[in-house]
């Protein structure tokens, strides 16, 4: 998806239009993509309530799929996100969270 939407990957009208169809064609690995890129242009603009809310919605979306790389990744992304916002001990939470997946062995 990143080389497919590489020209588009900072474009929030692009990227919302493309999270809209996923939603809407229950493409989930679509929308876990547009949510976690979405929210980094977010954080990347120092909106960090809103890149949380981003990240915490992908992570949601990744855990209706059982999908254990998108949902570490999505971890690792919200970790990011609190982070940048300062909030240390909600970054580590969900760092651990990431590095003790069961996945992970």
Do not use: C
Not at 20 to 40: I, R, W
């Amino acid at each position: 998806l990143e080389i497919a939407l590489k020209p588009s990957l900072q474009d929030t009208l692009i990227l919302k239009y493309f999270l809209d169809s996923s939603k809407e064609k229950k493409y989930y690995l679509g929308e876990v993509f547009a949510l976690n890129q979405l929210g980094t242009i977010y954080q990347d603009d120092s909106f960090f309530d809103k890149a949380i809310t981003l990240h915490q919605k992908a992570l949601a979306v990744a855990d209706l799929m059982a999908n254990p790389v998108l949902k570490i990744n999505s971890l690792n992304m919200l970790s990011l996100a609190y982070l940048r916002k300062n909030a240390i001990q909600s970054a580590l939470d969900n760092t651990q969270l990431a590095s003790t997946h069961p996945s992970i062995e």
